[in-house]
């Protein structure tokens, strides 16, 4: 049953994250979660030709290991929700190739995690499907060859700007099984406060993240007390600081129960990341990793994530519009 | 959130880092300043084999394109880049690392449409802006010759 609440859609039981799988690269691998990644892929390149074919890889990498952890087949999973960040989603198309799993790409940008996991949960819960996976991914080579610069070429980096994860989390879900489950949602409304600022996406971001948080607060009744972790994707430090700011504002007050999954996954000081990281495989790779281990433990029993994404491409910047911020939330309950 | 455009664009200054100028451009001014010294090292030697100040100057620059394109390739410029920013991009050096690393990252969509069709992404509006300067120079000094 699905119960429809102003914007906020809550799941009664809700269906089971049965399984999730993270795979990373070398410098997510030395972050503070790199024991949390089911599987570190140190080449950047993946032993492929190109990095799209890499990044393909960690994709396919993540699906098979989530339907494996569960003991299922892919023949059982009869959906198949994915994305990417790189144009018309080739990575995700590659990747689902060969898993014969029908398929519905995505594009959110680095919200599509969080996007891909409503609405297959939404689907279970309709009972349109018994079993379904959502993975997305991001490639730091493919996502700076395709919006920024050559990597070789030689330029500097704004204090504001993200590190593109490389890395893709995988989650199987099911309507029956053991594990945490997916009670809620909130579909985001695409804000467009002005910012065209590439190097600080976290500015761009955070209006859309608040205006989900404030919805999801308001029209669930539920308070940023029931819930021992709030998450956003990939705000980055700049991003961060404007959400707690500006919620604090309208009386929503987070606390230190906020964080971000960019500011989780690097050690900016060290990895030289600045803002944090970002991309598809972001919130991904952290909710995979370190956070369903953190509920399977049962320190965590009630998680908010509100994955975030920049609606943007290099073309739409360089005819002069802004950024458009997307957020999209889920919650997830381990009780 | 209750803000306008301008108010939002104005607070996000405030909240975000600047970049720290002040080191930024020593950095720059004592990176820079090495990589012309290198140049001027080269220079002295071209002259001391013989070499007219022409020829010298011609053949420093040639040598100093070269090293770019090599510290490129061999993924090193990059790095100092990180460290040095307007001091690695202004002098020659620079522009040879700006053509020969898109060659290098888009050899993976051929040599034709790849490396080729590609090969100027980043340097070609200085190339097209810096001929067309030039030109438009030219014309004024030539219409100021005849007055």
């Given at each position: 049953m699905?119960?429809?609440?102003?914007?906020?859609?809550?799941?009664?039981?809700?269906?089971?994250?049965?399984?999730s799988?993270?795979?990373?690269?070398?410098?997510?691998?030395?972050?503070?979660?790199?024991?949390?990644?089911?599987?570190?892929?140190?080449?950047?390149?993946?032993?492929?030709?190109?990095?799209?074919?890499?990044e393909?890889?960690?994709q396919?990498?993540?699906?098979?290991?989530?339907?494996?952890?569960a003991?299922?087949?892919?023949?059982e999973?009869?959906?198949?929700?994915?994305?990417?960040?790189?144009?018309?989603?080739?990575?995700?198309?590659?990747?689902?190739?060969?898993?014969?799993?029908?398929?519905?790409?995505?594009?959110?940008?680095?919200?599509?995690?969080?996007?891909?996991?409503?609405l297959?949960?939404?689907?279970?819960?309709?009972?349109?499907?018994?079993?379904?996976?959502?993975?997305?991914?991001?490639?730091?080579c493919?996502?700076?060859?395709?919006?920024?610069?050559?990597?070789?070429?030689?330029?500097?980096?704004?204090?504001?700007?993200?590190?593109?994860?490389?890395?893709?989390?995988?989650?199987?879900?099911?309507?029956?099984?053991?594990g945490?489950?997916?009670?809620?949602?909130?579909?985001?409304?695409?804000?467009?406060?002005?910012?065209?600022?590439?190097?600080?996406?976290?500015?761009?971001?955070?209006?859309?993240?608040?205006?989900?948080?404030?919805?999801?607060?308001?029209?669930?009744?539920?308070t940023?007390?029931?819930?021992?972790?709030?998450?956003?994707?990939?705000?980055?430090?700049?991003?961060?600081?404007?959400?707690?700011?500006?919620?604090?504002?309208?009386?929503?007050?987070?606390?230190?129960?906020?964080?971000?999954?960019?500011?989780?996954?690097?050690d900016?000081?060290?990895?030289?990341?600045?803002?944090?990281?970002?991309?598809?495989?972001?919130?991904?790779?952290?909710?995979?990793?370190?956070?369903?281990?953190?509920?399977a433990?049962?320190?965590?029993?009630?998680?908010l994530?509100?994955?975030?994404?920049?609606?943007?491409?290099?073309?739409?910047?360089?005819?002069?519009?802004?950024?458009?911020?997307?957020?999209?939330?889920?919650?997830?309950?381990?009780? | 959130?209750?803000?306008?455009?301008?108010?939002?664009?104005?607070?996000?200054?405030?909240?975000?880092?600047?970049?720290?100028?002040?080191?930024?451009?020593?950095?720059?001014?004592?990176?820079?300043?090495?990589?012309?010294?290198?140049?001027?090292?080269?220079?002295?030697?071209?002259?001391?084999?013989?070499?007219?100040?022409?020829?010298?100057?011609?053949?420093?620059?040639?040598?100093?394109?070269?090293?770019?394109?090599?510290?490129?390739?061999?993924?090193?410029?990059?790095?100092?880049?990180?460290?040095?920013?307007?001091?690695t991009?202004?002098?020659?050096?620079?522009?040879?690392?700006?053509?020969?690393?898109p060659?290098?990252?888009?050899?993976?969509?051929?040599?034709?449409?790849?490396?080729?069709?590609?090969?100027?992404?980043?340097?070609?509006?200085?190339l097209?802006?810096?001929?067309?300067?030039?030109?438009?120079?030219?014309l004024?000094?030539?219409?100021?010759?005849?007055?």
């Open positions: 699905i119960e429809k609440k102003g914007r906020a859609l809550l799941l009664g039981d809700g269906p089971v994250i049965t399984a799988a993270a795979v990373g690269g070398k410098k997510e691998g030395e972050g503070p979660l790199g024991a949390s990644f089911d599987l570190i892929v140190k080449d950047p390149y993946a032993g492929e030709k190109t990095w799209e074919k890499a393909c890889l960690l396919k990498k993540a699906v098979t290991l989530a339907i494996n952890k003991g299922r087949s892919p023949t999973v009869e959906l198949l929700f994915s994305g990417d960040l790189i144009n018309q989603c080739t990575p995700s198309c590659y990747a689902a190739v060969g898993l014969g799993i029908p398929s519905v790409g995505l594009f959110g940008a680095c919200s599509t995690a969080a996007e891909g996991l409503a297959a949960a939404l689907l279970l819960e309709a009972g349109a499907c018994d079993r379904a996976v959502s993975v997305t991914s991001s490639h730091f493919t996502a700076e060859r395709q919006f920024r610069t050559p990597l070789a070429y030689g330029g500097q980096r704004a204090p504001t700007a993200q590190w593109t994860v490389t890395g893709s989390g995988a989650f199987l879900l099911e309507r029956q099984g053991s945490p489950r997916v009670r809620g949602a909130l579909l985001g409304k695409p804000v467009d406060m002005g910012i065209s600022d590439v190097t600080n996406m976290g500015a761009a971001m955070a209006p859309a993240a608040c205006d989900t948080l404030a919805a999801f607060f308001r029209d669930s009744g539920k940023p007390d029931d819930f021992d972790l709030i998450l956003t994707g990939d705000l980055g430090s700049v991003g961060h600081r404007i959400v707690q700011e500006q919620l604090g504002q309208e009386g929503i007050s987070l606390d230190d129960r906020y964080q971000d999954c960019g500011l989780l996954v690097y900016s000081a060290r990895q030289d990341t600045h803002a944090g990281g970002s991309g598809c495989g972001c919130s991904a790779v952290v909710l995979a990793g370190h956070i369903l281990r953190e509920m433990k049962g320190s965590l029993k009630n998680v994530l509100a994955g975030t994404g920049a609606l943007m491409s290099p073309m739409s910047l360089q005819q002069g519009e802004s950024i458009v911020g997307i957020a999209h939330l889920v919650w997830i309950s381990a009780e | 959130m209750e803000m306008t455009k301008k108010q939002y664009k104005d607070y996000v200054k405030q909240v975000s880092p600047a970049s720290p100028l002040v080191a930024d451009m020593a950095r720059a001014f004592v990176s820079g300043g090495l990589i012309c010294t290198v140049g001027q090292v080269f220079s002295l030697l071209y002259r001391s084999m013989g070499l007219s100040q022409q020829t010298a100057g011609t053949l420093t620059s040639v040598t100093m394109i070269f090293l770019g394109a090599l510290l490129t390739a061999l993924n090193v410029y990059d790095d100092l880049a990180r460290f040095s920013g307007a001091g991009v202004i002098p020659i050096t620079g522009f040879a690392n700006s053509v020969a690393s060659a290098m990252e888009f050899r993976s969509e051929g040599l034709i449409l790849g490396v080729g069709a590609k090969m100027f992404t980043v340097a070609g509006p200085v097209v802006y810096g001929i067309l300067s030039s030109a438009a120079y030219g004024i000094l030539w219409i100021l010759q005849r007055m």
